[in-house]
């Protein structure tokens, strides 16, 4: 029974990773696209400056499908271990077996939680750009 816990307990600690990630990258996002938004000069509104507040919330977008897709795929290997019986435990941190089981980056892209946050994100940058357009 040990060597189970211990084995959901690895498996935990690289969920926990992933859920951190992906909620650090949001932090980066928001900073990015405001000191972007900023640097565009209110006086002067450089509208380059406005577009490239694009990309990073683009670019972190799928990096946080990325990690979302990582955890989904170590959830499905924890529900896993957590049947087996303590003699069957071999520690193994694969989880690409529960690649088809969490429909990849694209679902995690497309995923209400990564959406809820990008999205109005995408939305506020579009109507700054057009406001100063």
Known sequence: MEEKMKHLEMIQNVI?????NSFLLRGWT???VVGLLAFANIKEMNIDFMFLALI???????LD????NEER???KLYEHV??????????????RQYESETG?????????TLGLFYAPTLIVVFVVIAIFR
Request: charged share 5%; proline share 4%.
């Open 56 to 62: 990073p919330i683009l670019f972190f977008w799928v």
């Open 82 to 95: 957590a049947m087996l019986n303590s003699n069957q435990i071999d520690f193994s941190l694969n989880a």
């Open 30 to 32: 928001v900073t990015l």
């Open 104 to 112: 990849g980056i694209p679902s995690a892209f497309l995923s209400t």
């Open 16 to 20: 926990t990773r992933m859920a951190s």
């Open 73 to 75: 795929k170590y959830v």
């Open 65 to 68: 499908a990325y990690y979302l």
